[in-house]
Structure formats: structure tokens, C-alpha cells
């Protein structure tokens, strides 16, 4: 069983920066493709961005490309999400993720608030 704990969330004002991150445990990190996803209020689960077990491959939604980076640090076993140039429309709950594939997610963590006032 893998177990995702997310940290670093909080409450911001537009144009600020956060950084997220996920620890995980319970398995062997490095063998994850990692992901973040995010759940606005009345919305559904939407897709944030997510990087290769060993990080040379990243991918983002457009709404976020250019002001969020993702990374990992198969050492420490952990996940972290930069977000700059923080909108008050980022302003959701953040979820990590994990799965054995590209676009498979099989773990997930319980989420952190992110809340951007104008």
C-alpha cells in the first residue's frame, strides 16, 4: 500500500507563490509516475500536471503552464508543486497522486486547500 500526504497549502492573495508538497510512503517512489490534480468548489476533479518516475518528462494543463513547475526528489521520496502568479480561479483543493503508468492514477492523497483572494 502507498500512502500520499500532502502539505503546504494555505490562504494567498493574487500574484503571490506556494509551494506544495506530497511524501509518500509505503513503496518504492522512484517507480510512480506522480501527479497533482485539483477539485474547485462545484466542480469536478481537474488535471494539473504530472512527471515521470524520474522526472525527465512533465506535462500541464494550459491553465496552469508557464506558472506551475513540478518536481520530485526520488530521494526524499517526495513530490512538490511551484506555483507562482497565484489567480483566485487556482483556488481549490490540491491532490497528489500516483499510478503505474502515464495517465493511470491508483493512489491518491487526502488533498490540501489552496485558497487565492483577490
Given at each position: 500500500q502507498v500512502q500520499l500526504v500532502e502539505s503546504g497549502?494555505?490562504?494567498?492573495?493574487?500574484?503571490?507563490s506556494l509551494r506544495l508538497s506530497c511524501a509518500v510512503s509505503g513503496r518504492t517512489f522512484s517507480l510512480y509516475v506522480m501527479h497533482w490534480?485539483?477539485?474547485?468548489?462545484?466542480?469536478?476533479r481537474e488535471f494539473v500536471a504530472r512527471i515521470s518516475e524520474r522526472g525527465g518528462t512533465t506535462s500541464y494543463a494550459d491553465s496552469v503552464k508557464g506558472r506551475f513547475t513540478i518536481s520530485r526528489d526520488n530521494v526524499k521520496n517526495?513530490?512538490?508543486?511551484?506555483?507562482?502568479?497565484?489567480?483566485?480561479?487556482?483556488?481549490a483543493v490540491y491532490y497528489c497522486a500516483a499510478g503505474h503508468s502515464w495517465e493511470d492514477v491508483d493512489y491518491w492523497g487526502q488533498g490540501t486547500q489552496v485558497t487565492v483572494s483577490s
Open positions: 497549502g494555505g490562504l494567498v492573495q493574487a500574484g503571490d490534480f485539483r477539485q474547485a468548489p462545484g466542480k469536478e517526495t513530490e512538490y508543486l511551484q506555483m507562482n502568479s497565484l489567480k483566485p480561479e487556482d483556488t
